[in-house]
């Protein structure tokens, strides 16, 4: 074949690599066939080598997309208010396909695992919840914003998540911890030395806090602490003492004891979080590292 560049020369077989986009990130496919110019240096794709490169560029996507996993096939059709008969529909496959992959009877076939990823990336709180990378870019959208306030650990914990706009069972899923765990430690309810240091080590994780961040922000929960030990006594006085009453009134407490603290400035001369517990965050850190890292 002439080249249709300099019609110079004939071009020969090569080799050469293409940089392509994949979700917003750069994949390299390497050892492609091409034709080159041995005049002017041009590449060219004969037809059946751009082909080629299609079928490799396809298969890269469908491999880069994780098989969905029960839970977070349920967590979709939560946060798109559907019944099962209809994202069925809206999927156009058989009534009951969707159930057995939620239920885990059967695993979603690599097509229609691709065609729910479709789905996903069009619903922004879906695409937070449920991928990765997506998460991980709101928590540090949402992190340049709360981590320059003066601010307590649970009052950031209940910021961020509702920022990212994450549901608060996936964040507790994500986190092997108790919703009703979650909530507490949203509300200050106890010392910050009383959260295991594991649990904490798996929250600065996830956030991607550093254990600077985490100083601050825990001595932050120290201070609101015992200002509300003082204010127990107004607290005590509430009529709504269901469950649910009281975490409502936890919550605002803490919400009016954060602005005082905030006012004040925080107290930085008052007791601080001590270094030991840090210490065994930081070893707790180290660990998960270790097992992300190994796997
Ligand atoms: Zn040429």
């Not at 009951?96 to 009877?105: A, F, K, P, Q, S």
């Not at 949203?186 to 649990?199: G, L, R």
């Not at 798996?202 to 956030?207: D, E």
């Not at 009016?256 to 006012?263: I, P, R």
Request: with cysteine; aromatic share 6%; charged share 30%.
């Amino acid at each position: 074949m002439i080249c249709t560049n300099c019609f110079e020369a004939e071009c020969s077989a090569a080799k050469t690599e293409l940089t392509i986009n994949i979700n917003g990130e750069s994949h390299v496919l390497r050892d492609l066939d091409c034709e080159t110019c041995p005049d002017c240096g041009e590449i060219t794709f004969t037809h059946s080598q751009s082909l080629e490169i299609d079928k490799k560029r396809i298969a890269l996507e469908f491999g880069l997309k994780p098989l969905l996993a029960p839970d977070q096939l349920k967590t979709l059709r939560r946060l798109l208010d559907m019944k099962l008969d209809e994202i069925c529909d809206l999927l156009h496959i058989g009534r009951n396909t969707y159930g057995r992959w939620e239920r885990g009877e059967v695993e979603i076939t690599p097509s229609m695992n691709l065609l729910v990823h479709n789905l996903i990336e069009k619903v922004p709180d879906a695409r937070v919840n449920l991928l990765e990378n997506e998460r991980t870019i709101a928590i540090n959208k949402a992190n340049a914003l709360l981590l320059e306030q003066y601010i307590s650990f649970g009052e950031y914990l209940r910021e961020v998540i509702a920022t990212t706009r994450l549901l608060p069972d996936v964040v507790c899923r994500l986190l092997n911890i108790e919703l009703a765990d979650l909530t507490k430690i949203e509300n200050n309810d106890f010392t910050p030395e009383k959260i295991s240091p594991e649990v904490t080590a798996r929250i600065v994780q996830f956030f991607g806090l550093t254990l600077d961040n985490l100083k601050r922000l825990l001595n932050a929960t120290l201070t609101i602490f015992d200002m509300k030990n003082s204010a127990t006594m107004v607290h005590a006085r509430s009529t709504s003492y269901d469950a649910k009453g009281a975490a409502v009134q936890n919550s605002s407490v803490n919400k009016v004891l954060e602005k005082l603290a905030q006012k004040r400035g925080g107290d930085q001369l008052k007791k601080q979080v001590s270094d030991e517990y840090f210490a065994k965050v930081k070893t707790a850190l180290d660990d998960l590292r270790r097992e992300g890292g190994g796997a």
